[in-house]
């Protein structure tokens, strides 16, 4: 019987005496393999992929490969034995083309060792046709959708003959289009005899491509067996250790008095006349296709954006000059949906980040802080939230999971227990028993008489926790439904441009 492409066989890694895996044994077992990989933010994953991909070093255990010892010391020794990475955060550089991202590292040069820009554009054409991408390779990555930078990431690994490709959380930025042409590309690989490991939490999307499925919980390797085998049940269950009766944990409340009115917000051929209302005690919904305008809308009535027509009132009073420090002071939390660039300031510690909206709060005489407090509040919030770290609240926040990241810009903001709480994307990246923790924060939240605007691409999840939901389409509320008449068909219609003939007021 031949070798496995790769097997990872009683991987340990542990940070500061903790142990982060334990014992991992996994295996693509075949040149062309999908396997997917699944488990809580924290578990293992990036930790275990680190160490395939030479940037981290293993305690005991060995990786093999094709049945030879595998023993990177670096990432350029993993690009060397033809495994390649395409992370969350692509390493792109946007000021530069898509030539010179493809050939950063082994640009084609001329007898004189001059740069040759007729080579390179030619053999990046090559790259990009290989991913069914007709651009020029002139063209500059600044300019690109998420979609198509991910392609030229593809290209890159192919270009550099990879034979296993792993992929990290690739779809939280895609459109449905670019998912699709994203997964089209993964099985040609498969034809062609590429491996993936393909790691993600939409677990639909797993089921969807995957061959087989591994899953991991909290350091160790809990199963892997074929696609035949897996439910998204069984999953879940593997996943967090326990069965969740619902994925979406909807509770009644009780609506009371408008807290923010929004009239006539405009800007041009961004926002056209948009219009609503957020009760205390209720979750609102904001669905939308990709361009529709709803993240648009979050950062105008935040006063991040500016705006050439509108008028905002906060609890009927009417709100003069909007801007994000006037907000805060006043009741206000946003969570963007870019939370490395503008929710985390990524070199500091968990600590720092979590009360970093709540210091004046915490003042104490002569501008010092209340330290005390501080360890009080966020040791509760990573605690409530189960934010996993290594070393508590003093560990970097760079240096947590996507989904750890997300939380600690979540508990940030519940610290400050806001009257009205504008998430965009909250759950993007998150595991599934996070998404269950982040749903009964706002529930309570909501219950407590907040006002939550809840912006989401993910219908069935508006669905499941929202009072009512808007639906915006090309800068455009289209459409409004209560929770009585929630259905995706309703929600695609609206988002496709066909307006109610009449909005609720």
Known sequence: MDAPLLALVRL???????????????????????LGLVGENGAGKSTMMNILGGVLHRDSGEMLLEGAPYNPRSPLDAEKAGIAFIHQELNLFPNMTIAENLFLNAAPRSRLGLLSYGAMNRKAREALRRVGIDLHPATRVEGLSMGLRQMIEI?????????????????????????????????????????TIYISH?????????????VIRDGSIIGQAPLAEMTKERMISMMVGRKLDQLFPYVEKKRGNCLLRVEGMSRASILRD??????????????????????????????????????????????????????????????????????????????????????????????????????????????????????????????????NQQKVVIGKWL????????????????????????????????????????????????IGVCDRILVMSQGELTGELERS????EE??????????????S
Not at 419 to 434: K, L, M, S
Not at 485 to 488: D, N
């Open 202 to 214: 939409t677990l639909d999307d797993v089921l969807g491509l995957c061959q087989e499925i591994a």
């Open 274 to 403: 948009i219009g609503f209302s957020l009760r205390s005690g209720e979750i609102v919904g904001l669905f939308g296709l990709m361009g529709a305008g709803r993240s648009e809308l979050a950062r105008a009535v935040y006063g991040i954006d500016p705006v050439d027509a509108g008028r905002i009132y906060f609890r009927e009073r009417l709100v003069k000059r909007p801007a994000p420090e006037w907000w805060i002071e006043n009741g206000m939390a946003y969570i963007t949906e870019n939370r490395r660039e503008e929710g985390l300031l990524m070199p500091k510690s968990v600590r720092e980040n979590l009360v970093l909206a709540n210091l004046r709060k915490m003042a104490l005489a002569l501008g010092a802080v209340d330290t005390r407090r501080e360890d009080r509040d966020s040791d509760l919030a990573i605690e409530q939230l189960r934010i996993k770290t290594t070393d508590k609240a003093r560990q970097q926040a760079r240096k947590l999971s996507g989904g």
């Open 485 to 488: 008449a929630f259905s995706q």
């Open 415 to 462: 610290l400050t227990n806001p009257q009205v709480f504008i998430v965009d994307e909250p759950t993007r990246g998150v595991d599934v028993g996070a998404k269950f923790e982040i749903y009964n924060h706002l529930n309570a939240l909501a219950q407590r008489g907040s006002a939550i605007l809840f912006i989401s691409s993910e219908m069935e999840e508006l």
């Open 155 to 195: 290209a890159k690994a192919l270009r550099r003959k990879a034979r296993l490709v792993v992929f990290d959380e690739p779809t939280t930025s895609l459109s449905t289009n670019e998912k699709n042409h994203l997964f089209s590309i993964i099985r040609e690989l498969s034809s062609k005899g590429i491996s």
């Open 12 to 34: 340990n890694k542990s940070f500061s005496g903790v142990r982060v895996l334990k014992d991992v044994n996994l295996t693509v077992r075949r040149p062309g393999s999908i």
């Open 491 to 504: 929600l695609l219609k609206y988002a496709l441009g066909n307006r109610a003939c009449a909005l609720p």
